[in-house]
Structures are given as C-alpha cells and as structure tokens.
C-alpha cells in the first residue's frame, strides 16, 4: 500500500509558496519593484476582483535597530524587502499568500472559513507507517523541483538592479535550506574576504523563536501541498535527558555509517541526500552569494564534538530553569542578554545560572554541536532533515514558555534590538510578508498544538497510539488465523469421526492383536498398576 501511495506521489509536483515567487523573479519585476502576481481563482492581482487582497505598498518600520550592525544600504536584507519590491500583496480577512491564495494558519476551506487545529507529536510516538511516510514525504520534497520559487544566487546589485536576474531552480525542501542560508549568512561588504560576521536577520536576538515558528509553519504547508495529505504535521524529538541522538536510526534520520561514523549509513534514503549552500566559509572568501548547486552528502557524528564546548544534551532541569525565567529578552538582546528566556533556549545563555555569553552552550545550540557536521553549521543546518524535528522541540518550549507567563505583546520589542528584529520588522527572506510580533503569540491562535502540551489523559491516550494503530493493523490477520485454525480443528473433528464410523468393531480382546505394542509411559510397577497408562 505505501509503495503504491509513494508511487502516486513521485508522479506528482505540486506548487510550493515561499521565496521568490517565479512570477516576481523577472526583470520587469524588479525594475518595478512590484510582487503582486495574479491568483489563479479570478487571473486578477493578488485575487483583487474576488476580495481576497490587493497590491498595495509595503509598511516599514523606521523604528532605530541596535548598535550590533553599523552599516546602512549594504545588505539586500536590510528593510526587507525593499531591496526588491516595494509594492506586494496585502491579503484580508483569513486570506494569505504571495498571490493570497492561501489560508491563514488554522483555517482551511475554499473561503478559508474552516478552523482545524493539527497536532504535532513525538517522533517516537508515531507509528511504523507514519515514520514511513514522514521518510516519504521528506524525499519527495527533496527530490521534487518546485514549480513556484527560485532562489537568489545573486545580490541586487549583480544582478545589475534587476535587469539580470539570478534565480536558480531548486527543490521544494532546498527553498527552505537556502532560506535559512539566506537570513543568517554574513553580510558582503565587497570583494573577496570582506565580510561583516556579526548580523543574523533570524538568530542572536528576539526574532530567533518567530522566525523559527514561521519556517515550521510554512515548511509544513509545502509538504501538505506537495503530498496532497492535510493531516501532515512535523514531528518533535524530545532530546531533554537523551543519552544520545535516539532518532538516528535507518527507520527515521539515519544511523551512522559503519564504514565512516562521519557519514550517514547507506541503509538511510537520507545517505544519498546532497547539500545545498554548506560552504560558507568559501562563500565568503570569494565574496559571493550560494549558487545553489548541489554540494556534498549531508554529515552527522553524533557524540563525537568538542566537549568543552558542549559538555552533554539538555536535561529535563535545563528546560525547567530556563522556562521559569520570566523576562523574554533583557539588555541588549544578543548573546549577552542576561536571565532572557530567549538568550537561554537559544543557547547562549546558561541554563543553570541564566548569564549570557556562556563559556560552553546550552538548550538549542547544544544539539546542533553534539550532532557534529552539517547540523553544526547555522547557515548549513537546514540540508539535515533532523534540523526540523529539533527545532519542533525548541518550539514546544516557546509555547509552554507563552502559555505559562502570558506576556503582553510590549514584551516584544518595537526597537533597539539588532537588525531584523524589531517587532515590525519583516521577517527575512519571506514572501508572502510576516512581521516578527505576528509570531509572538501561542500556537493555538495559528492552529496547532504540542502533544506534551496536553493534559494527563490525552497524552496517556496519544502515546498509546502506535500500539494501537499496529493492533489496528494485524487484527484482520488474527481474524483470518482465527478462522482458519477453526476450520482445521472442525476438518480434523471430522475426519476422525469418519474414520471412527468407517472401522469395524471388533472385540475387545481382538484389539491387541490388531495394533501394535507401545511402552508405557510410567514403568510397571506394583504401586503404579492401578494408574497404568499407554500411548495408542
């Protein structure tokens, strides 16, 4: 059945929506400064002539950035995303999209009138046939061109401001590995060597949680579009306490190779996976943007870092200090900040002590230097799909951390935090838009939820569910076993009735001449005689 229905699936390349539309990455476009494609429903822009959005220019905040990024008009990041386009689709009501042919998150439907909540749940909960199709799922988007985005292989100013385009085609799954190349890679000053390392537009400061929250969600979209299935929901490893990476095993993310620990075992479809923008370092000494060519195969040694670094994973004692700490980011709001809740689910922050700029790393930077290879590179830590099921993790505790100290939406902060993380700011490199605050609010309101996050009952019942599902499975095979031993027991009944009618009777004392001898099974003895038995 799954051969068939990933059969069916590799037949089919569904549209993916994120960044840049392949509509928007034209010449006129560009030289417009203009991102308003029509949406198929009504062939207007943004679906104008059926009320879903229009095309409007696009709000930026003038509120001041932190002292972290000195620079002003270098980067293409910088105002997201006016570099490009200054005029995109403003969607309304519970409409969204880069053409506003989606739903917002949590509504579903032709008129996106449809409130569902999904739930994402313990990759070890799942059962053999949904680890299968996540295994799936995952290389169909990775062997699968998309057929509505390009990526940039080329800053605005290469591509002579606009009037050379520089997209290059990519996989649904390598749109998001160049994303998170692209928010976090450093900013090019000119020419060979010259570059700025302290800026990331979506790590080191408040926007690391949102922006991580909106990846997800749309990452999640994609493999619901691609694969036709509207259950689908990224599972989380709940790495708390773990002796080691317990979902690198063949059945999920891979083991390690027995001829090269470094490498993935030949056993897993993700030893064949190769990566996308995992050289950054050459990047920069060539002063030039990822061309997006496939690279190397993905690496992964689990265990095997520098201790003084990363002295163990997480513990359970970890999570609690660092989610009852009540302040979302303090100070400077970069890997200094003091007792931040941020700072310290992020890694930067000790998590017994709360103090910034800790000596070895903690939480959420932790398991990407324990796992030792591409996971250990921020711009190149998407290529490896564990990447997903660690950050599903890190969202869980941004949730339990929302839902347990309520913070007012000021919490967030409007300005002074380093560039790209303002509350108003737009999260780089996303189109459709999304503003960093739009992300500061529980999961629930975005329409999904955490199995951990639920209560006693529910999550007894929800970590029964593989059981159950396997039972669900094989009880047709216990039936039909059933039956069929049934069926023999009756057959065999019948056969020696038969046979019972069909021998002549005889007497008694004739019998001993007819069959033959046998031991007995208890010795003959005198105080045995009276229990004296054989076998005929």
Not at 107 to 112: E, M, T, V
Not at 272 to 290: F, I, Q
Not at 343 to 362: A, I, Q
Request: include cysteine; charged fraction near 20%.
């Amino acid at each position: 059945m799954w051969l068939l229905t990933l059969a069916t699936l590799l037949l089919r390349v569904a549209p993916s929506h994120q960044q840049f539309p392949r509509l928007c990455a034209t010449a006129a476009a560009l030289r417009t400064k203009e991102c308003c494609p029509p949406w198929d429903g009504d062939g207007s822009p943004c679906g104008a002539s059926s009320g879903r959005g229009f095309c409007q220019d696009v709000e930026f905040t003038h509120q001041p950035d932190g002292p972290q990024y000195p620079f002003i008009g270098l980067d293409d990041r910088e105002k997201w995303p006016s570099v490009f386009y200054n005029r995109t689709c403003q969607c309304v009501g519970n409409f969204m999209g880069f053409s506003c042919a989606d739903c917002k998150y949590g509504y579903f439907g032709a008129k996106c009138s449809e409130r569902r909540e999904s739930l994402r749940r313990n990759i070890l909960h799942l059962s053999r046939s949904e680890r299968i199709r996540l295994v799936s799922y995952l290389n169909l988007a990775k062997q699968s061109v998309s057929s509505d985005y390009v990526v940039a292989t080329g800053t605005y100013e290469e591509m002579e401001n606009g009037s050379n385009p520089m997209f290059a085609e990519v996989s649904v799954y390598d749109v998001f590995v160049w994303m998170h190349y692209y928010v976090s890679r450093n900013a090019l000053l000119g020419g060979p060597g010259n570059v700025w390392t302290n800026v990331d537009f979506g790590h080191w400061a408040p926007a690391f949680l949102p922006w991580h929250r909106a990846y997800l969600l749309h990452w999640e979209r994609e493999i619901r579009k691609l694969t036709g299935d509207p259950t689908f929901s990224i599972p989380y490893w709940d790495w708390r306490d773990a002796q080691g990476c317990d979902v690198c095993t063949d059945e999920l993310m891979g083991a390690q190779s027995p001829q090269d620990p470094s490498f993935l075992s030949p056993g897993s479809v993700f030893s064949s996976w190769k990566t996308l923008c995992s050289t950054p370092e050459d990047y920069n000494n060539r002063g030039v943007l990822c061309d997006a060519r496939q690279e190397g195969p993905l690496r992964r040694n689990p265990g095997n870092h520098n201790r003084n670094l990363v002295e163990r994973l997480p513990t359970s004692a970890d999570v609690a200090f660092t989610l009852s700490l009540t302040q979302y980011d303090t100070g400077a709001m970069d890997r200094s900040s003091n007792m931040s809740f941020r700072n310290t689910v992020e890694g930067f922050g000790d998590p017994k002590t709360g103090l910034g700029n800790s000596s070895r790393l903690g939480m959420h930077a932790a398991i990407h230097v324990f796992l030792n290879g591409t996971m250990s590179s921020v711009q190149a830590s998407a290529n490896d799909p564990i990447f997903l099921l660690h950050h599903t993790f890190v969202d869980s505790i941004y949730e339990q951390w929302l839902r347990r100290h309520r913070p007012p939406p000021s919490q967030y902060p409007d300005s002074d935090a380093p560039i790209g993380h303002n509350g108003g700011y737009h999260m780089v490199p996303f189109l459709p838009l999304h503003r960093n605050r739009d992300y500061f609010i529980s999961s629930k309101d975005l329409g999904y939820e955490y199995s951990n996050l639920l209560d006693a009952n529910q999550r007894l019942v929800e970590s029964m569910h593989p059981y159950l599902e396997e039972l669900q499975d094989l009880w047709p095979w216990l039936l039909l076993t059933g039956v069929c031993g049934g069926v023999a027991s009756a057959a065999t009944a019948a056969a020696l009735l038969m046979a019972k009618r069909r021998l002549p009777r005889l007497p008694v004392g004739r019998w001993k001449g007819l069959l033959p001898e046998r031991l007995p099974l208890l010795w003959d003895r005198d105080e045995d005689k009276g229990n004296y038995q054989t076998a005929f």
